[in-house]
C-alpha cells in the first residue's frame, strides 16, 4: 500500500508562490495505472481538484486555477509538486496529494494534508 | 458553489439507512459511470468509499453502497453505527477534469 506525505511551507505571504512537494513510498509514481494530484479544501468547506499529473508529465488542471497552477514530478525521488502563485487569503487550505485511478480519476490514497495559511 | 449539488446534512438513528443524493449534469454524473464517494471524519483526510458508481474497495463495509439514475447519484448507507457519522463528499470526471460536491454531514442520532 502507498502512502504519500506532503511537505512545504505552512505560511505564504499574499502575492507569492506556494510551493509543495509530496514524497510517495511503497509504490512508484511511473506506474501507467494512476495520476498523482492534488485535492485541497479550505477550512469549513468542501473539496476542491487543483489538478493531477501522469507518469509521462502530461497534466491537467482545474480550468479556474489554470492560470497559476504547476504540477511537476521528480522520478528520481519519487515525489511530485505543486507550485501555485499569486496567492491571495483565498488560497488557505488544508492540502492533499492523493493517488488517482487511471479510470475515473478517482482517489485511492490520500496524503494526511497539510495546512496552508496565506498571510502577511 | 460546488458544481456537483449536496444536500447540507441528513440524520439517522442507529440500525436505520439513509440515503445522500448528489445532483449533476449531463457534463459529469450522466456523461460518465465514474462517480465516487468519500467519508472525512473531523481532521481527517478523505477515505474512498465507493467508486466507478457503485464499486467497493476492499475494505469498505457492504453497508455502504451507491447508484447513479440520470444526473443524480446517491450514496445509501444502512445499518447505520455511531461511527458512520461523518462528512460525506461525491466526486465526478467532467471530461479531463473533476468535480465535487459540497459534502454532507451525516449524525447519527
Known amino acids: 500500500q502507498p502512502q504519500l506525505q506532503e511537505s512545504g511551507p505552512g505560511l505564504v505571504k499574499p502575492s507569492e508562490t506556494l510551493s509543495l512537494t509530496c514524497t510517495v513510498s511503497?509504490?512508484?509514481?511511473?506506474?501507467?495505472?494512476?495520476?498523482w494530484g492534488w485535492i485541497r479544501q479550505p477550512p469549513g468547506k468542501g473539496l476542491e481538484w487543483i489538478g493531477n499529473?501522469?507518469?509521462?508529465?502530461?497534466?491537467f488542471y482545474n480550468p479556474s486555477l489554470k492560470s497559476r497552477v504547476t504540477i511537476s514530478e521528480d522520478t528520481s525521488k519519487n515525489q511530485f509538486s505543486l507550485k501555485l502563485n499569486s496567492v491571495t487569503a483565498a488560497d488557505t487550505a488544508v492540502y492533499y496529494c492523493?493517488?488517482?485511478?487511471?479510470?475515473?480519476?478517482?482517489?485511492?490514497?490520500w496524503g494526511q494534508g497539510t495546512l496552508v495559511t496565506v498571510s502577511s | 458553489q460546488s458544481a456537483l449539488t449536496q444536500p447540507a446534512s441528513v440524520s439517522g438513528s442507529p440500525g436505520q439507512s439513509i440515503t445522500i443524493s448528489c445532483t449533476g449534469t449531463s457534463g459529469d454524473i450522466s456523461g460518465y459511470n465514474y462517480v465516487s464517494w468519500y467519508q472525512q471524519h473531523p481532521g481527517k483526510a478523505p477515505k474512498l468509499m465507493i467508486y466507478?458508481?457503485?464499486n467497493r474497495p476492499s475494505g469498505v463495509s457492504n453497508r455502504f453502497s451507491g447508484s447513479k439514475s440520470g444526473n443524480t447519484a446517491s450514496l445509501t448507507i444502512s445499518g447505520l453505527q455511531a461511527e458512520d457519522e461523518a462528512d460525506y463528499y461525491c466526486g465526478s470526471y467532467a471530461g479531463s477534469h473533476v468535480v465535487f460536491g459540497g459534502g454532507t454531514k451525516l449524525t447519527v442520532l
Open positions: 499529473i501522469y507518469y509521462s508529465g502530461t497534466t
Open positions: 511503497g509504490g512508484s509514481i511511473t506506474s501507467s495505472s494512476f495520476y
Open positions: 466507478d458508481v457503485s
Open positions: 492523493a493517488r488517482l485511478r487511471w479510470s475515473g480519476w478517482y482517489g485511492d490514497y
